[in-house]
């Protein structure tokens, strides 16, 4: 857990979520910047840097899937597109972009885009609001990429969404949470032997193979003895 900006970013409970989202968060825009963080696993710089068409058509309708620009991505590998799903489709109608051309979170004064450190400023503000401890705006993409993990999603589309470089870098977000790591070791309560008390102490859990019969070689016909 991260505390006074040190250690990992916590990974939201679905009821911490919902307390952040209905009463720490307090502006439209706030729910919609932090949304796009959960609901498609980006990084905030690539939610900050968002320009209003990646996200809205020309009728400002939302458009069933979002662009994250090649340019906006660490490292700049590619561009990504991510379904926008329905809880986070109502937090974007809900919010009305500003700027119909340009960034879809305008900076101060309407000047560039809304950055990153600011972004953090408002997620500490609403966090405080409601007593959650240890979060960032990390949180948001290593709850989403560890909920994938999960529920089982391969490692490999997991990384089509978050857009890591390796699979080696994917798996240090991912969440081990203590009862996973208990549900391992009980797994390997079946490599206990059998103790003396126990009713199957003794005997073998196979049938005993029955030796082979040793063939008998046939015997010679006996001849008629000749008379004399």
């Not at 825009?29 to 939610?47: K, P, S």
């Not at 994250?68 to 986070?88: Q, S």
């Not at 089982?152 to 089509?160: F, K, S, V």
Request: hydrophobic share 35%; proline share 7%; net charge positive.
């Amino acid at each position: 857990m991260k505390i006074d900006r040190h250690g990992r970013a916590k990974i939201l409970t679905q009821s911490e979520i919902q307390l952040l989202f209905s009463l720490g968060l307090q502006t439209n825009r706030d729910r919609a910047l932090f949304g796009i963080c959960l609901y498609t696993a980006c990084r905030i710089n690539e939610a900050c840097t968002l320009k209003t068409t990646d996200v809205y058509d020309r009728s400002c309708r939302v458009r069933p899937e979002l662009i994250i620009r090649k340019g906006a991505t660490k490292g700049k590998l590619a561009t990504r597109t991510i379904p926008v799903l329905e809880d986070l489709r109502r937090r974007l109608e809900m919010y009305q972009p500003p700027d119909p051309h340009g960034y879809l979170f305008p900076g101060r004064h309407g000047r560039g885009h809304l950055l990153a450190d600011s972004a953090s400023w408002l997620l500490r503000e609403a966090c405080n609001k409601v007593s959650i401890e240890g979060v960032s705006t990390h949180s948001f993409r290593r709850t989403a990429l560890t909920q994938m993990s999960d529920a089982g999603i391969p490692l490999r589309i997991i990384q089509e969404v978050s857009g890591h470089r390796t699979l080696d870098e994917l798996q240090k977000y991912l969440e081990v949470r203590p009862e996973q790591v208990r549900g391992a070791i009980a797994a390997l309560a079946m490599l206990s032997p059998v103790e003396e008390s126990s009713p199957y102490f003794g005997k073998t859990n196979y049938h005993e193979v029955a030796q082979p019969h040793t063939l008998r070689q046939p015997q010679s016909p006996k001849r008629p003895r000749p008379r004399q």
